[in-house]
């Protein structure tokens, strides 16, 4: 498994970035797959996550901000992210969740990128 993040940075509070994340390694289209972060604030959590046929999950904190979306051809997962504040400053990881029950709990390490940086001025 290999997930390569790209696109992370530095915003204003208020502005938008937008992530990306090429899988290889895998089937990515039989995989569940989405993002997670850690925050100062809220510690290590789910993001945001889109399964197989292209449902999707937010967390409460990002829902109406934040959009994830996958190319399956392109092996690619993206998240936009909108209306950005401090408190969504962090790492964020693309991750590959082969569970029964996506993002439920988060996946052992080995299903996860390494990370994009991104930072919220206010």
């Known amino acids: 498994v290999h997930l390569v993040e790209s696109g992370g940075g530095l915003v204003q509070s208020g502005g938008s970035l937008s992530l990306s994340c090429t899988a290889s390694?895998?089937?990515?289209?039989?995989?569940?797959m989405g993002w997670a972060r850690r925050t100062q604030g809220r510690g290590l959590e789910w993001v945001a996550g889109i399964y197989n046929d292209k449902s999707t999950y937010y967390s409460d904190s990002v829902k109406g901000r934040f959009t994830i979306s996958r190319d399956n051809p392109k092996d690619t997962v993206y998240l936009q992210m909108n209306s950005l504040e401090p408190l969504d400053a962090g790492v964020y990881y693309c991750?590959?969740?082969?569970?029964?029950?996506?993002?439920?709990?988060?996946?052992?390490?080995?299903?996860w990128g390494q990370g994009t940086q991104v930072t919220v001025s206010s």
């Open positions: 991750v590959r969740d082969p569970s029964r029950f996506p993002f439920t709990r988060l996946p052992s390490t080995e299903n």
């Open positions: 390694g895998f089937s990515f289209p039989s995989y569940a």
